[in-house]
Nanobody
């Protein structure tokens, strides 16, 4: 059973930083893509950033230049460094994994609130 355990959410001031982590375990297949999505109240879940096993990254336009996704393949862990945070970044952030047989899994979500 694949499990994704997220950590690192919380409260930050505008202009501040937070770092999210997501550790995956239990996958019988190699992990292809790991990523982060977010969902604000009353909105759909949207892509934030993804990274594949080769290190290729993809970002939503709204976070380019502010957020950095990285990955430790040995630890099956993905990170999201969030800098220059804005109130619009407030959302529940979900970790996502897609394995080699293209099955996807979601974490439980971690809350990020950006407010003064």
């Amino acid at each position: 059973q694949v499990q994704l355990v997220e950590s690192g959410g919380g409260l930050a001031q505008p202009g501040g930083s937070l770092r999210l982590s997501c550790a995956a375990s239990g996958s019988a297949y190699s992990i292809d893509v790991m990523g982060w999505y977010r969902q604000a109240p009353g909105t759909e879940r949207d892509l934030v950033a993804t990274i594949n096993s080769g290190g290729f990254t993809n970002y939503a336009d709204s976070v380019k230049g502010r957020f950095t996704i990285s990955r430790d393949n040995a630890k099956n862990t993905v990170y999201l460094q969030m800098n220059t945070l804005k109130p619009d970044d407030t959302a529940v952030y979900y970790c996502n994994l897609r394995n080699a047989i293209r099955r996807t899994y979601w974490g439980q979500g971690t809350h990020v609130t950006v407010s003064s």
